[in-house]
């Protein structure tokens, strides 16, 4: 699965070249061009990384990153703006962004200090969250593998095991897995998910993933079930 981007800039001839480029590199990159539409698009899907412009309408890309983290989500930021003072830098980390480039860029700069802040936030290198002696999940490219082998996936089966691995012996009640696993474009379908449910227990054991009646589901980290 390609590392999803979410692009906030109201320069759209800026947003297009931006958005290309990422494609072509292996990004799936969603565009945006007010904070406001920005906001609706993040809380409606997941994404890997945010690209924020500040002086944007509705809501600038500081404020909308601030209000993010307050609300506890920590999605790896870029701030991409022509505000060049000092003051702007340091009120862009005091936001709580990543990196912060200064326009005009190079579109290869751009793409460094992306791999570089997904390298931080994310195990590096083609490292491997170990869930248990025989399995393996990359949370990079949403590969699963048990004793060597590479398993495949669906992307939202992908996704769903990723959710459960960033929110371990947590009771996730369907509505969040819903907003987790469907972009806002898609309509969500529960027996999907229980087929998703059902296919990563098939990998990962049946004990792994509880089903907490007419809530959602728990994953165990100890796989022992309850």
Same mark, same amino acid.
């Given at each position: 699965?390609?590392?999803?981007?979410?692009?906030?800039?109201?320069?759209?001839?800026?947003?297009?070249?931006?958005?290309?480029?990422?494609?072509?590199?292996?990004?799936?990159?969603?565009?945006?061009?007010?904070?406001?539409?920005?906001?609706?698009?993040?809380?409606?899907?997941?994404?890997?990384?945010?690209?924020?412009?500040?002086?944007?309408?509705?809501?600038?890309?500081?404020?909308?990153?601030?209000?993010?983290?307050?609300? &506890?989500? *920590? @999605?790896? +930021? %870029?701030?991409?703006?022509?505000?060049?003072?000092?003051? $702007?830098? !340091?009120?862009?980390?005091?936001?709580?962004?990543?990196?912060?480039?200064?326009?005009?860029?190079?579109?290869?700069?751009?793409?460094?200090?992306?791999?570089?802040?997904?390298?931080?936030?994310?195990?590096? &290198?083609? *490292? @491997?969250? +170990? %869930?248990?002696?025989?399995?393996?999940?990359?949370?990079? $490219?949403? !590969?699963?593998?048990?004793?060597?082998?590479?398993?495949?996936?669906?992307?939202?089966?992908?996704?769903?095991?990723?959710?459960?691995?960033?929110?371990?012996?947590?009771?996730?009640?369907?509505?969040?897995?819903?907003?987790?696993?469907?972009?806002?474009?898609?309509?969500?379908?529960?027996?999907?998910?229980?087929?998703?449910?059902?296919?990563?227990?098939?990998?990962?054991?049946?004990?792994?993933?509880?089903?907490?009646?007419?809530?959602?589901?728990?994953?165990?980290?100890?796989?022992?079930?309850?």
């Amino acid at each position: 699965m390609k590392p999803k981007i979410l692009l906030l800039e109201d320069d759209m001839e800026l947003s297009d070249t931006v958005a290309k480029f990422l494609y072509a590199k292996g990004y799936d990159v969603v565009q945006s061009f007010d904070g406001e539409d920005a906001a609706e698009k993040i809380y409606e899907s997941r994404f890997d990384l945010w690209l924020l412009d500040v002086k944007v309408p509705f809501q600038n890309g500081f404020d909308l990153l601030e209000k993010l983290r307050k609300e &506890g989500d *920590e @999605t790896p +930021a %870029i701030f991409i703006t022509s505000l060049h003072g000092a003051d $702007d830098a !340091t009120r862009g980390f005091a936001a709580g962004c990543d990196d912060y480039i200064r326009k005009p860029f190079a579109l290869k700069e751009l793409q460094a200090r992306i791999e570089a802040v997904i390298k931080r936030r994310y195990p590096a &290198g083609g *490292e @491997t969250i +170990a %869930i248990d002696g025989e399995r393996r999940f990359n949370p990079i $490219d949403f !590969t699963l593998t048990v004793n060597g082998e590479r398993i495949p996936l669906k992307p939202k089966e992908a996704r769903l095991l990723a959710y459960f691995l960033q929110h371990p012996d947590t009771t996730l009640r369907k509505e969040e897995i819903y907003d987790a696993l469907w972009d806002y474009d898609e309509t969500p379908n529960e027996g999907s998910l229980r087929t998703f449910v059902k296919v990563l227990r098939k990998h990962l054991g049946k004990e792994r993933i509880e089903t907490i009646k007419e809530v959602g589901y728990r994953y165990r980290s100890d796989g022992t079930g309850s």
